[in-house]
């Protein structure tokens, strides 16, 4: 047996997780903070965020507009941004699209770089330390390094990340989910699923890691009928827990197919990316039945539910309402095939297969 484990964030989790940790905010002289259109004010964690930095006497610089699905031309734009304000560190606050976008800018205001150099994970002048600060319980993004951008010029989305970007500090505060709506309180908790899901699947998957998706799962079965009766408010922490349990396991395991094969759902079609997931787990899950049978049980065990129940589950809960342009599969497939997550699987990698994956998928 072989493996490593390092993790290097500080976690504060809890109600008052920003105002009780003021102190923790003392990473520099100049704050940058990148937040979304509303939720940053919606959620609350602004408004907290601003007020600690005050209290530590800390200047700010706020940039409140990172759209859904993060575009890395936009991010390079505001780490200019941060640059000229002299950030000394970056703050992140949001769903996973600006905590993405924080950790791209954490880059771009270190490096005055072309958007494709992002990719490498090699920049000259470092990354500026960068804070994490969640208002949706999903994707995990404060506790990875990962970050994931749509990039117009390979028509799809495209990951970074290296142990640089991985958040110095992350606040979790389940308060500032409370104002999610239902909608994207489930299909971000299908996406927190997911990353357990596939980090039990992943063939990078170590003890550490399936102590962590292993425990996440058996919360997450024990909570999906009430997540499926709309029944969310006394979930709120349970949920973040969740998400932040997953985004430990797959700083480590890496997603797998489901989030490579989902990804055009999203960058075509506008899908929201926990939903996308969940649309193709059914044809994922039989996959997992033909190359993966022992791991594919064992998660399910976990979880408390067969194959069928838990494809029937994400059937009634995650409709997409698009019919794809089938002509676009080999395109689609191609792009699954370059994404570190489906050879993460243990599953054929050749597009020709995903082509197939595609129709069974929208048949
Ligand atoms: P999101 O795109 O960050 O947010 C979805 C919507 O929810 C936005 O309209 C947002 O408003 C709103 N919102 C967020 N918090 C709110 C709150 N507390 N109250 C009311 N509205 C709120 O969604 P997400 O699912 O969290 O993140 C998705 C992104 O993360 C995708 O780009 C995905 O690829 C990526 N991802 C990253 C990782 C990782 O490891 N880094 C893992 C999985 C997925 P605003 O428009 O105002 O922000
Ligand atoms: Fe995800």
Redesign the pocket.
């Known amino acids: 047996m072989e493996f490593g484990f390092h993790f290097p964030t500080k976690i504060r989790f809890g109600r008052g997780a920003v105002q009780n940790n003021g102190a923790a905010l003392r990473l520099g002289e100049r704050a940058f903070i990148v ?6 004010r ?2 609350g964690a602004l408004a907290d965020v601003i007020a600690a930095l005050t209290h530590e006497k800390i200047e700010c610089s706020v940039f409140e507009g ?5 575009d890395v031309e936009q991010c390079r734009v505001v780490g200019a941004q941060a640059r000229a304000f002299h950030a000394d560190f970056i703050i992140g606050i ?7 976008a924080a950790k791209a800018v954490a880059v771009f205001a270190a490096n005055d770089i072309p958007a494709e150099q992002l990719f490498t994970n090699s920049y000259e002048s470092g990354v500026l330390p960068i804070v994490a600060v969640p ?2 319980s ?4 404060e506790a ?1 390094s ?3 951008m ?1 990039w117009h010029t390979v028509k799809t ?1 495209r990951s970074f990340g290296s142990l640089q970007t991985y958040p110095c500090l992350a606040l979790l505060d389940p308060t ?2 409370d ?3 239902l909608a ?1 309180t489930r ?2 908790a299908m ?1 927190a699923f997911t ?1 357990c899901f596939e980090s039990v699947i992943s063939v990078k998957a170590s003890p550490l890691t399936d102590a962590l998706s292993f425990h996440a799962l058996e919360r997450f079965g024990k909570l999906m009928p009430q997540l499926e009766l709309g029944d969310v408010a006394s979930l709120r922490d349970e949920l973040m827990l969740i998400s932040l349990l997953g ?1 430990v396991a ?1 700083s480590h395991t890496g ?1 797998t197919l489901m ?1 490579s094969i989902a990804y055009p759902l ?1 960058y075509f079609h506008g899908t ?3 939903l996308a997931n969940a649309f193709v787990l059914p044809v994922y899950l039989k996959e997992l039945a033909a190359y993966r049978p022992e791991r594919l049980a064992a998660a399910l065990g976990a979880l408390g539910m067969s194959q069928a129940e838990l494809a029937a589950y994400v059937q009634r809960n995650c409709p997409i309402d698009f019919t794809p342009d089938r002509t676009m599969f080999p395109l689609w497939a191609e792009q699954t095939a370059a994404q570190g997550g489906a050879r993460n699987t243990g599953t054929p990698v050749d597009a020709s297969h995903f082509e197939e994956l595609y129709a069974e998928i929208f048949q």
């Open positions: 937040t979304g259109k509303h939720s940053g919606a959620s990172i759209g859904n699905n993060p949001g769903g996973g699209s600006p905590l993405d208002t949706t999903g994707t995990g993004s990875t990962w970050s994931v749509t989305k500032y989910t104002s999610l709506p994207i299909s971000t996406d990353h985004g797959i997603t989030h999203t929201p990316h926990g």
